[in-house]
């Protein structure tokens, strides 16, 4: 058992941010919230066009640790959640956001400080239509563009910060590869219907 509350956490460090959010004046409804999340302005769960329920097996890789989370991603016109389980199933945590606030639940085991907006970044990141991202993330002074197929980046300025990886044109029906190269993690994210 603290075996997996052990590797609960470490997932969370991978896919979380440490820092306290608190969301400034909300944009209309379509468009981001202006807050910064991890790193950078987090789109309205509307804009992605759709409404998704997905489960999805995330493997993570950092500093040395690998690590296997199950997740039920939702995304509804108001509102995006991730709900996290650790090995033996148990609910780790539950992160929300509804266009203005990010709220989370998490297990005792898992840090007080340990926040779970990277996740949502990363969410956005590999998920979201890039014109919809490219829209919100330009005047932030960040860059997203796809070089080619299966391909997608994140810039700010000159520097590579994260690059995507898809395996399938629908990134919802196939297995999706994040590394992000500031914070130096790197995710596979499996995704099936739920």
Request: charged share 20%.
């Amino acid at each position: 058992m603290k075996r997996a509350a052990r590797l609960c956490a470490i997932v969370c460090v991978v896919a979380a941010s440490c820092t306290a959010h608190s969301p400034t004046n909300p944009a209309h409804p379509s468009a981001a919230n202006p807050a910064i999340s991890g790193r950078w302005p987090l789109l309205a769960p509307d804009s992605l066009g759709r409404s998704v329920q997905v489960k999805q097996v995330l493997h993570a890789a950092f500093d040395g640790h690998t690590v296997d989370l199950q997740c039920v991603l939702t995304v509804e016109p108001q509102r995006l959640s991730i709900v996290g389980l650790n090995a033996l199933g148990l609910r780790a945590f539950t992160v929300g956001y509804d266009g203005t606030r990010i709220d989370e639940k998490r297990a005792p085991q898992v840090p007080a400080t340990v926040g779970g907006a990277r996740l949502l970044d990363d969410v956005q990141l590999a998920y979201w239509p890039l014109p919809a991202l490219q829209a919100v993330l330009a005047p932030a002074g960040w860059t997203v563009v796809e070089p080619f197929a299966g391909t997608r980046r994140l810039l700010r300025g000159e520097s590579l910060v994260a690059e995507v990886h898809y395996a399938d044109p629908d990134p919802w029906a196939g297995r999706v590869w994040l590394a992000n190269f500031e914070d130096r993690y790197s995710l596979s994210i499996e995704t099936s219907p739920l």
